[in-house]
């Protein structure tokens, strides 16, 4: 929910110009934080469907890496955004480590 928000801030952002390398900093963050909330639904979904024997299927274990690497790699971005949509991102990120570790942690 806090991605979606921090895609909300980005495009009604006030008028107030901004340093390239910060909208640049932002807009990774953003782009590759929506990766990881995706590569992690898409994690989920494919073990409720296919739950195996006892071990996460082998596409839940590459996408559940992808999707955490992702995270990792947006957190220097999303601290580098502005204001409030470095809040929102910021605890996005929180949020995705949890569930990182949620899946990591699932049998």
Known sequence: MSCVWGWWLWKHRTRKQLAEWR????MIGLVVM???VVTGAFAMVYWQQFPG???????TRIATLAGFGFGVFSLPFSVLARAWTRVALVLCGMGLMGFYFGMFAAP
Not at 23 to 26: E, F, I, K, V
């Open 23 to 26: 909208q640049t900093a932002t």
């Open 34 to 36: 929506t990766l990881s």
């Open 53 to 59: 024997n006892g071990a996460p299927p082998e596409a």
